[in-house]
T-cell receptor, first 114, second 112 residues
């Protein structure tokens, strides 16, 4: 009964390095989302996916790329990390009928870019 | 775009006190979510409600659709209730991709 699993949980990057955050869900959900959480702000949507092979931009997509090659996985990539990308990143998933079944969130990835 | 305001931003109370956290939103919604985030932890969904009231243990969530307002109550608060509580307004027609607009959260500390 894992739900939504995010790896890694913590990471420190140097400016300019790249990395990939992995989100995996075992609930057969169609929709998946990546958010960032910054102090004093609500969660903001980076990218989302409504199905395998499809992705779209959210509110703050610049500097990030995503891929969803398999239904259960949603990857968030930082090609050239910047200090402004220091944040806590959350992944979430939902069934298509999210109005009735809501969302499931992961435990977060705490990323520091120095 | 929906705007979601939470109050208070910070709340410190003594163990056993009755806690109320408020959430107001500007546009009609499909549902209102209450989420809980423990320090350094993940986000857990507490309630999703579109009308009336829901109760789970010591937690109660209410919503007034006409007034565009929701409240989260904690009865007999305990130090383990210390967390950030986030409300999120869901709009599934014409809204953002995830349909969610999040409040900034209420940081609750319950002292023994």
């Amino acid at each position: 009964n894992a739900g939504v699993t995010q790896t890694p949980k913590f990471r420190v990057l140097k400016t300019g390095q790249s990395m990939t955050l992995l989100c995996a869900q075992d609930m057969n959900h169609e929709y998946m989302y990546w958010y960032r959480q910054d102090p004093g702000m609500g969660l903001r949507l980076i990218h989302y996916s409504v199905g395998e092979g499809t992705t779209a931009k959210g509110e703050v997509p610049d500097g990030y790329n995503v891929s969803r090659l398999k239904k259960q996985n949603f990857l968030l990539g930082l090609e050239s990390a910047a200090p402004s990308q220091t944040s806590v990143y959350f992944c979430a998933s939902s069934p298509r009928d999210r109005a009735n079944y809501g969302y499931t969130f992961g435990s977060g990835t705490r990323l520091t870019v120095v | 775009k929906n705007e979601v305001e939470q109050s208070p931003q910070n709340l410190t109370a003594q163990e056993g006190e009755f806690i109320t956290i408020n959430c107001s939103y500007s546009v009609g919604i499909s549902a209102l979510h209450w989420l809980q985030q423990h320090p350094g932890g993940g986000i857990v969904s507490l309630f999703m409600l579109s009308s009336g009231k829901k109760k789970h243990g010591r937690l109660i969530a209410t919503i007034n659709i006409q007034e565009k307002h929701s409240s989260l109550h904690i009865t007999a608060s305990h130090p383990r209730d210390s967390a950030v509580y986030i409300c999120a307004a869901a709009t599934f027609s014409g809204g953002g991709a995830d349909g969610l607009t999040f409040g900034k959260g209420t940081h609750l500390i319950i002292q023994p």
